[in-house]
């Protein structure tokens, strides 16, 4: 089984500063990787994911993420956030493997809100 | 291409009742699954279904069933309602990127069902 800790619940950050968002997993196995937002009143959308080849992931919006392996982590970066950007973040993973690899496992969520 | 379609997006039940909600899968997506998200519990899997087929089940109890057309529409059934069924249902499509084997999500805005 896997499971995903993201160590911050909130994250406050003025507009136009940097922003890093951790998300740690435990699993037996190797795993994909995946960061989703959800807007206020909205689904899930795909950020970023990273299956295979190199661990800098660029995503949409100006989001990236490094997976590191060793530190079984898969934190999500932006240099520079705006407004817009306010939203809950979810860190995602599932097994490579067959059968009940293929449900995702998700953290708890990081509600990220940009100051003006 | 048009999104995954959740409907209805609101409702309120009673304790006791039983609820059908509807998911039509972005066209060409033959994986539906469906998650449920509380403020508590977080983002959990009910289950998934590919060619009309279950191909997996989370660990929810009996009263949560689900079935796939042959047209890749699903739709997902609680019965006998209890106060904690009160959630966002999110239904997401997905095709498998074939390379990787990896289920890559595209999620629906949800039904957001209340229970009184």
């Known amino acids: 089984a896997q499971s995903v800790t993201q160590l911050d619940s909130q994250v406050p950050v003025f507009e136009e500063a940097p922003v890093e968002l951790r998300c740690n997993y435990s699993?037996?196995?190797?795993?994909?990787l995946f960061w989703y937002v959800q807007y206020p009143n909205q689904g899930l959308q795909l950020l970023l994911k990273?299956?295979?080849?190199?661990?800098l992931v660029k995503g949409i919006n100006g989001f990236e993420a490094e997976f590191n392996k060793s530190q079984t982590s898969f934190h999500l970066r932006k240099p520079s956030v705006h407004i817009s950007d306010t939203a809950e973040y979810f860190c995602?993973?599932?097994?490579?493997?067959?059968?009940?690899?293929?449900?995702?496992?998700f953290g708890s969520g990081t509600q990220l809100t940009v100051l003006p | 291409k048009a999104g995954v379609t959740q409907t209805p997006r609101y409702l309120i039940k009673t304790r006791g009742q039983q609820v059908t909600l509807s998911c039509s899968p972005i066209?060409?997506?033959?994986?539906v699954s469906w998650y449920q998200q509380t403020p508590g519990q977080g983002l959990q899997f009910l289950f998934e279904?590919?060619?009309?087929?279950?191909?997996n089940k989370g660990n929810f109890p009996g009263r949560f069933s689900g079935r796939q057309f042959s047209n890749s529409r699903s739709e997902m059934n609680v019965s006998t309602l209890e106060l904690g069924d009160s959630a966002l249902y999110l239904c997401?499509?997905?095709?498998?990127?074939?390379?990787?084997?990896?289920?890559?999500?595209?999620f629906g805005a949800g039904s957001r069902l209340t229970v009184l």
């Open positions: 997401a499509s997905s095709f498998t990127e074939l390379r990787h084997g990896a289920n890559v999500l595209t």
């Open positions: 699993s037996s196995v190797s795993v994909y």
């Open positions: 990273y299956l295979s080849g190199s661990t």
């Open positions: 995602a993973v599932s097994a490579i493997s067959s059968g009940s690899a293929r449900q995702l496992t």
């Open positions: 066209s060409g997506h033959r994986s």
């Open positions: 279904y590919f060619s009309e087929t279950q191909r």
